[in-house]
C-alpha cells in the first residue's frame, strides 16, 4: 500500500521564522510535489522533483525551497515564513509517466502569526 | 490563465439521485484525465482516470466522461451517498512526464 508521510499534521510559526516540510515516500517513486490549497484557489503547484538533487519549479515557487538528498524524501522550505504562506501544505509522489499512481500525503495545516 | 476549470464551485445533490461534476481544459495535447477526490483535513485521493483514447470509463457508481472535440470531462456518481460528499479535483496530464494541472474543485454535497 502506497503511504506518502508528512511530519506535522499542523504547525504553527512566527513571521520571520524558517519552516521546514518533510515528505517520505516509502514506494520508491521516482517523482515527488509540493502543493498548497487555499479556498477557491485549489492545488496549486509549488516545486517538484523528478529525480534525486534534482527540482523544478511549479506555477508558485516564491518564497519556497526545496532539497531532495534521497529519492524517498523531498523537503519543502519557507526561507522567511510569511503570513500569506498560511495554508495547507499537500506533497504528492508518482511513478515516471504514470500520472495515475499519484498519491498525496494527508497534508499539513501551517498557520503563521 | 487557467488550463482546467471547474466551474461550479458547489453543488448540491440529493441522496440516490446522479451528481454530475463537470470540468473544461484549453489545451488538446492533454491525453490523460483524472479525478481526485478530498475529505476536509486529508489528502486528496486518486478516484477515476481516462485516457484520450476512450470517451468513457466505468468504475462501479463512478463514471467519467470524455469529449475531447468539446475539451470537457465530466464524473457521473450514481446512485449519490452522503459518504461522497467531498471536493472533486479534475487533473490533467501530458504525456512526457509533466505535471498534472489541477482544476480548482467543486465541493458536493450529498443530503440525505
Known amino acids: 500500500d502506497v503511504k506518502v508521510t508528512q511530519s506535522s499534521r499542523y504547525l504553527v510559526k512566527r513571521t520571520g521564522e524558517k519552516v521546514f516540510l518533510e515528505c517520505v515516500q516509502d514506494m520508491d517513486h521516482e517523482n515527488m510535489f509540493w502543493y498548497r490549497q487555499d479556498p477557491g484557489l485549489g492545488l496549486r503547484l509549488i516545486y517538484f522533483?523528478?529525480?534525486?538533487?534534482?527540482?523544478e519549479k511549479g506555477d508558485i515557487p516564491e518564497g519556497y525551497s526545496v532539497s531532495r538528498e534521497k529519492k524517498e524524501r523531498f523537503s519543502l522550505i519557507l526561507e522567511s515564513a510569511s503570513t500569506n504562506q498560511t495554508s495547507m501544505y499537500l506533497c504528492a509522489s508518482s511513478l515516471n509517466g504514470r500520472p495515475e499512481t499519484q498519491y498525496f500525503g494527508p497534508g499539513t495545516r501551517l498557520l503563521v502569526l | 490563465d487557467q488550463q482546467v476549470k471547474q466551474n461550479s464551485p458547489s453543488l448540491s445533490v440529493q441522496e440516490g439521485r446522479i451528481s454530475i461534476l463537470n470540468c473544461d481544459y484549453t489545451n488538446s495535447m492533454f491525453d490523460y484525465f483524472l479525478w481526485y477526490k478530498k475529505y476536509p483535513a486529508e489528502g486528496p485521493t486518486f478516484l477515476i482516470s481516462i485516457s484520450s483514447i476512450k470517451d468513457k470509463n466505468e468504475d462501479g457508481r463512478f463514471t467519467v466522461f470524455l469529449n475531447k472535440s468539446a475539451k470537457h470531462l465530466s464524473l457521473h456518481i450514481v446512485p449519490s451517498q452522503p459518504g461522497d460528499s467531498a471536493v472533486y479535483f479534475c487533473?490533467?496530464?501530458?504525456?512526457?512526464?509533466?505535471?498534472?494541472?489541477f482544476g480548482k474543485g467543486t465541493r458536493l454535497s450529498v443530503i440525505a
Open positions: 487533473a490533467v496530464y501530458n504525456s512526457g512526464n509533466t505535471p498534472l494541472v
Open positions: 522533483s523528478y529525480d534525486v538533487k534534482m527540482k
